[in-house]
């Protein structure tokens, strides 16, 4: 069982920026990739950002893509989201997850093995 939890969360202004923050548990956090996912209010799960274990490869939305930045730093078992210049559209809960030895595409929620409680991401103004 991997345990995942996301930090930094909260209320920022249109046009600012904030960066999420997610801790795993796993005993060998470098051999999984690992993604972002947000839903918004009323609206399905939605595919943001995804590394590879190794930091070879990043994958984004289109809707987020020149503004977010996915991170990891292997040695704290971290990876990082760097949101900027947010909008209005990006309110929603992100969700932190991982996955092992999956080939499919790393769009797809149901790749992924383990998952973070959410954080609430709010856009003002």
């Known amino acids: 069982q991997v345990q995942l939890e996301e930090s930094g969360g909260g209320l920022v202004q249109a046009g600012g920026s904030l960066r999420l923050s997610c801790v795993s548990s796993?005993?060998?956090?470098?051999?999984?990739?690992m993604g972002w996912f947000r839903q918004a209010p009323g609206k399905e799960l939605q595919f943001v950002a995804a590394?590879?274990?190794?930091?070879?490869?990043?994958y984004y939305a289109d809707s987020v893509k020149g503004r977010f930045t996915i991170s990891r730093d292997n040695a704290e078992n971290l990876v990082y989201l760097q949101m900027n210049n947010v909008k209005h559209e990006d309110t929603a809960v992100y969700y932190c997850?991982?996955?092992?030895?999956?080939?499919?595409?790393?769009?797809?929620?149901?790749?992924?093995?383990?998952w973070g409680q959410g954080a609430p991401v709010t856009v003002s103004s």
């Open positions: 997850a991982s996955r092992k030895f999956y080939s499919g595409s790393y769009d797809l929620p149901g790749g992924y093995d383990y």
């Open positions: 796993a005993r060998t956090f470098s051999e999984h990739a």
């Open positions: 590394i590879k274990h190794d930091s070879s490869n990043t």
